[in-house]
Nanobody, 126 residues
Framework: QVQLVESGGGLVQTGDSLRLTCAASGRTFSFLTVAWFRQVPGKERELVAG????????GYADSVKGRFTISRDNAKTTVYLQMNSLTPEDTAVYYCAALYSASTVILTTSDKYSYWGQGTQVTVSS
């Protein structure tokens, strides 16, 4: 079992930065993949970025490459999503999700992830 609690969302302007935090708790993190998804009304949840806990291997959606950075703090069992150069297209509810997997690949479909946080709203004004 893994519990995830997100924080750090808010209202910012175009070009601003924001850092989201996902505090994770559970028994073991060795084979955990933690990812950030986002969702806007009427659309599917899309993967933004993911990180493998054991290797720190990462993956990103094309739309955020070069702007967003996912990282983890092993001691704090926390995953961060640093978001820079935000645009109104980044406006969404952002969710932290996790799954246990032996795969080295960051899975991109939301239905593969077993554990979810409550979500945090990010709004970027123009």
């Amino acid at each position: 079992q893994v519990q995830l609690v997100e924080s750090g969302g808010g209202l910012v302007q175009t070009g601003d930065s924001l850092r989201l935090t996902c505090a994770a708790s559970g028994r073991t993190f060795s084979f955990l993949t933690v990812a950030w998804f986002r969702q806007v009304p009427g659309k599917e949840r899309e993967l933004v970025a993911g990180i493998r806990w054991i290797s720190s291997n990462t993956g990103y959606a094309d739309s955020v490459k070069g702007r967003f950075t996912i990282s983890r703090d092993n001691a704090k069992t926390t995953v961060y999503l640093q978001m820079n150069s935000l645009t109104p297209e980044d406006t969404a509810v952002y969710y932290c999700a996790a799954l246990y997997s032996a795969s080295t690949v960051i899975l991109t479909t939301s239905d593969k992830y077993s554990y979810w946080g409550q979500g945090t709203q990010v709004t970027v004004s123009s």
